[in-house]
């Protein structure tokens, strides 16, 4: 496998080199780029079989070098530092990606997905949403969930709620029907960090597009549009509130 690291910082471009040689001898760094334009010409010229990619780069940012091409056939593992609105892009894009410092652990995992047979459809979607995603730093309008048969590609307004069932969450979308996604509802509730979104309970994640009211009856519940009534924590009515404000502005 032929492998080109597209990095601003030199020393972090030696590190990932030695760190795969010794983990990974079988993958060959056949080049290395710290811009936008050189990134593009190196990867044109050498057509590498992965893309270690940082966000931010000479010239632009990794987007910005990802739009240039027509068609992308190679595999990406990003790279970036705790950027918290790049880290939202990537997890409501379905995209790896890997924090700097690079951790051998975390590296491993990532090259060992990038290894598998993924479908290019899926490889593609979840590329072109992430470049969607990345122009706007607001809530993404779109978001791509994989259940057990199925990548399903939902906008974020259709998301009437999320409820927790373990290790897993369940959404329930406005045409009625429901995905169980393998990820716990804290997982998605740091991803909905948004004032359109509010977790009313240590079970709930609610879309206040579809908010209803608020009944302060029996400990206080929530009301959504389709009558589904929700408990809401007696902690959380006042955040609720000024959640409600913020959205409606």
Known sequence: MEAIIVDDEAPLREALRALLKVSHPDIQVVGEAASVSTGFEVISA????????DVEINEGTGFDL??????????IIFVTAHNEYAIR???FSAV???????????????VSKARESVKAHSDKLSLKLLLENSRDERLPKRVL?????????IETDEIVRCEA???????????????????????FDSLFSSNQFFRAHQSHLVNLKFFLRLDKADGGSI???DGTTLPVATRKKEHLMGKLAAYTK
């Open 223 to 225: 009301v959504l549009k």
């Open 89 to 91: 892009a990537f997890k």
């Open 145 to 153: 969930l994989k259940d057990h048969d199925s990548i399903h590609l």
């Open 96 to 110: 790896d990606y890997l924090l700097k410092p690079v951790d051998p652990g975390e590296l491993n995992y990532a």
């Open 66 to 75: 990802l739009s240039k091409f027509e068609t992308i056939d190679f595999k």
């Open 46 to 53: 050498k057509k590498p079989d992965l893309v270690f990619l």
């Open 165 to 187: 069932e373990g290790n897993y969450t369940k959404f329930y979308l406005a045409n009625g029907k429901f995905l169980l996604i393998s990820k716990t509802l804290k997982d």
